[in-house]
């Protein structure tokens, strides 16, 4: 499939498209089954072993994000994108190969069937030039030669890649005046988080959305730059608020509140989140 001109299909289609295209090794398993791969995807990243996991969400009615993020033994946290649109599953796929090559070892892509089954035009895209940013050498005197590795390959992978962009802010209009909400989302609870969001700012609310493309590690950075200022967040989640959690952990002095649940996330139940966090004045 090419795609030197906009070209219409579904985020599954483009996925694959260019994973196949790429000539580098893809596995395919789902939610339910990765734990039990993940000792075979383990050794692949101890061994160097450049690999692209797509993890299928499908006939599963909530996402248990945290699954994948201790999917690794040692509390490594492996490299999750997770994309929220066809155009993002083209763009997602592509840095998943760079960034297979650059770790060496497996990326993981967590597609929904909301996600992979929707259709849209895919506009054609450079392909991201990533680039590992080395981890401080941390001290490893005295530590045995297995715990020093098991610590390195976690540095590497938390280090993060320039050029990958770990998630997507919407700025609140500035006539609105300075925002106190933020709405995070990934995956399929992004395109109901940007309707909810809408309808929020038009009834006045001043609320950010920040939008994941990198769910593990936990984009730092990113969740960094859009709390300043904020009061109240908002977790859209296809779950029971485990992603919220984590949020929390990261924000231990703003206000956290989790939208959503089982099966799929609306715009009604995210912006109702929204509406009922606390309002000055």
Same mark, same amino acid.
């Given at each position: ?12 289609? #483009? $996925? !694959? ?30 061994? =160097? ?6 993890? &299928?969400?499908?006939?599963? !009615? ?11 033994? +040692?509390?490594?946290?492996?490299? #999750? ?6 155009? !993002?599953? @083209?763009?997602? %796929? ?5 960034? %297979?090559? *650059? ?7 967590? *597609? ?11 506009? %054609?895209?450079? @392909?991201?030039?990533? !680039? ?5 050498? =941390? ?17 590497? *992978?938390?280090? &993060?890649?320039? &050029? $990958? ?21 990934? =995956?399929?609870?992004?395109?109901? =988080?940007? /309707? @909810? ?14 939008? *994941?493309?990198? /769910? ?24 029971? &608020? ?8 990261? +924000? ?16 009604? +139940? ?12």
């Amino acid at each position: 499939m090419s795609l030197d001109a906009p070209v219409r299909v579904t985020g599954r289609e #483009v $996925l !694959e498209s260019v994973l196949a295209d790429s000539g580098m090794n893809v596995a395919h398993t789902n939610l339910r089954d990765v734990r039990t791969h993940a000792p075979r995807f383990f050794e692949q990243l101890r061994r =160097g072993e450049p690999n692209i996991v797509v993890i &299928g969400a499908d006939r599963v !009615e909530s996402l248990d994000v945290m699954s994948l993020r201790w999917m690794f033994p +040692a509390g490594i946290t492996p490299l #999750v994108l997770c994309p929220s649109n066809p155009q !993002e599953c @083209a763009e997602l %796929a592509e840095a998943a190969i760079s960034a %297979a090559t *650059l770790i060496p070892g497996p990326v993981f892509l967590l *597609l929904e069937d909301a996600v992979g089954d929707a259709e849209d035009i895919v506009i %054609a895209h450079e @392909a991201p030039e990533l !680039e590992l940013v080395e981890p401080a050498p =941390g001290d490893l005197l005295d530590v045995p030669q297995d715990e020093g590795e098991l610590r390195m390959l976690d540095a590497r *992978l938390r280090s &993060g890649f320039k &050029g $990958l962009e770990p998630a997507i802010l919407d700025p609140c209009p500035e006539n609105l005046g300075k925002p106190e909400w933020l709405l995070v989302s990934f =995956g399929s609870s992004t395109v109901p =988080g940007r /309707l @909810a969001v809408e309808s929020a700012r038009n009834e006045g609310q001043r609320v950010n959305h920040l939008s *994941l493309r990198q /769910l593990w590690p936990l984009p730092e950075n990113a969740l960094m730059r859009a709390v300043m200022g904020i009061k109240h967040i908002v977790v859209a989640e296809r779950n029971l &608020g485990q992603y919220a959690t984590e949020v929390r952990r990261f +924000a231990p002095d703003i206000t956290v509140i989790p939208a959503g649940g089982i099966s799929q996330v609306t715009p009604d +139940a995210i912006l109702a989140r929204l509406q009922r966090t606390p309002r000055c004045c």
